[in-house]
């Protein structure tokens, strides 16, 4: 073909569906990192709990033979040993669910890679959460739509499709084709003519085409085409929108997620002050049991919501970089220094 205007749309749209692949490609390998990262943190989380919920009940034990022995020497009621037996009972029954979550927590880590660990690198304690980069909500909403991976999937889709309501559209157009023809035939001896002959043909040329009326069919294509070229430009509007809703919102989690992190490092701060006075105040007789029951349970559940607050808050700085479309396998390597091996 020397001219078809049809040939050159659909090349330019085999780049544009390189450009899906590429996207698609791209928005696959972040999610596995978030996935993946947190399924990692949620089976720390599950043993932090399960630590958590020991602890607990070993506290809880000593404080139950303590009402037990005051009970014996008659300083306390038998309400008090009660008291401490039902919380003992209750933490037991949260210690087996946590211990089943963990497996189930670990299933699922090893269903994501294939592998079993028998133990994960925890984060570490002295880890300072530092605020996103650049700390600017529409520079993240900027940055989104932009060239996060949905609106790239998007854009390329549009442009495949734009191409399409050209090409049909081309259809009509007339077409110009180089043709070259060769072409040999013998003619054999006969009575009259005893010597056979040979005659070879060749034939260079340019076909010009111009399609007058090819029925409704290309008509109906190009009508169809451009259609569909208008809702991918509406669905690119809506990814657009997503990315932006996306990225504010994951935005705040972080800032949120940072702030919680030093309100529950206060919390917890304040729940063991009130956890040491509780004892204090029970030794002396001015605190009943159920008081320290409840500090320990108040510093117990602040350890947990202090513990779930660090990691999810990690985890959104992974989730806000994703609606960006700028994560990447360094910044699992930033988590990794957190980590305590």
Do not use: C
Not at 55 to 78: C, D, H, P, Y
Not at 153 to 161: F, I, K, N, W
Not at 222 to 245: F, T, V
Not at 282 to 304: K, P
Request: glycine share 4%; net charge negative.
């Amino acid at each position: 073909p020397v001219f078809r205007l049809q040939n050159w749309y659909q090349f330019e749209q085999g780049e544009q569906q390189v450009r899906q692949a590429e996207a698609a490609f791209g928005q696959a390998s972040q999610d596995l990192i978030v996935r993946v990262s947190q399924a990692y943190f949620d089976v720390l989380s599950a043993q932090d709990t399960l630590g958590l919920a020991r602890a607990q009940k070993a506290a809880i034990s000593e404080q139950l033979a303590q009402a037990k022995r005051n009970f014996e020497v008659g300083t306390a009621t038998i309400t008090d040993t009660h008291e401490a037996q039902a919380r003992f009972d209750l933490i037991v029954a949260q210690e087996i669910a946590a211990q089943n979550d963990l497996e189930n927590k670990r299933r699922a880590l090893q269903a994501l890679n294939g592998k079993e660990y028998a133990e994960l690198a925890p984060l570490r304690a002295d880890v300072r959460l530092a605020p996103p980069n650049p700390n600017n909500m529409q520079d993240w909403v900027d940055l989104a739509q932009k060239q996060s991976y949905p609106v790239a999937l998007q854009e390329a889709t549009t442009e495949v499709a734009r191409l399409e309501a050209k090409r049909s559209f081309a259809a009509h157009l007339p077409t110009l084709d180089f043709i070259a023809t060769y072409g040999k035939t013998g003619q054999s001896a006969t009575v009259t003519s005893p010597v056979g002959s040979d005659v070879t043909t060749t034939q260079i040329g340019l076909q010009f085409a111009l399609p007058l009326y090819q029925g409704g069919a290309i008509s109906s294509r190009e009508r169809e085409a451009a259609a569909l070229h208008l809702k991918a430009k509406d669905d690119l509007e809506n990814a657009r929108r997503q990315a932006a809703l996306t990225a504010q919102q994951t935005y705040l989690s972080v800032i949120n997620g940072i702030a919680q992190v030093g309100a529950l490092e206060q919390a917890l701060v304040s729940s063991q002050s009130a956890l040491d006075s509780n004892k204090l105040g029970y030794e002396v007789g001015v605190r009943i049991n159920i008081d320290v029951l409840n500090a320990q349970q108040q510093l117990f559940s602040t350890r947990r919501d202090l513990s779930t607050a660090r990691y999810n808050a990690i985890l959104n700085q992974l989730r806000l970089k994703a609606a960006a479309g700028s994560l990447r396998d360094q910044d699992l390597e930033e988590v990794n220094r957190a980590l305590s091996f």
